[in-house]
């Protein structure tokens, strides 16, 4: 039995990779793809909609988030096995939500920065910790 419907599992793991690459996608725009002009540093053209499509993932994320909090998290949080993946990943979850918020609404250049580093390297952890997380499910239900 699977941990998750089949509809849902696929919706999460396609806005799960959609959230990457297109953070991908604003931290190389904000970095190796700035534009240098004879006005000064300017954005790749590409990073508004890089920002609106990671925008539209995130907010398509937190609908499924919810429903994988009613239907996987909380009924097996009292499960032994990848608890600790488990919980790693839902404290990077939250972290990237709160991030992601301070990003959107925070003034504080200083701080927006901080939250941008912080919110840019907990994805990349994200998908470190989602690949270890699901495999070990797999392989505990293959062998009990």
Request: aromatic share 10%.
């Amino acid at each position: 039995m699977r941990a998750l419907p089949r509809l849902l599992r696929i919706s999460l793991y396609h806005s799960i990779l959609l959230l990457g690459l297109s953070g991908l996608i604003i931290k190389l725009d904000q970095s190796l793809w700035v534009q240098h002009t004879p006005y000064g540093d300017q954005p790749n053209p590409s990073l508004s909609y890089a920002l609106a499509l990671h925008g539209a993932a995130a907010q398509i994320f937190l609908i499924l988030a919810g429903c994988m909090l009613i239907i996987h998290i909380l009924p097996r949080l009292a499960w032994r096995h990848n608890r600790t993946s488990g919980l790693i990943m839902l404290i990077i979850f939250m972290t990237l939500i709160l991030t992601g918020w301070a990003l959107y609404y925070l003034a504080n250049e200083q701080f927006r920065s901080l939250s941008s580093t912080i919110h840019f390297w907990a994805g990349c952890f994200l998908g470190l910790v989602f690949m270890l997380h699901v495999p070990l499910k797999r392989r505990k239900e293959q062998h009990p």
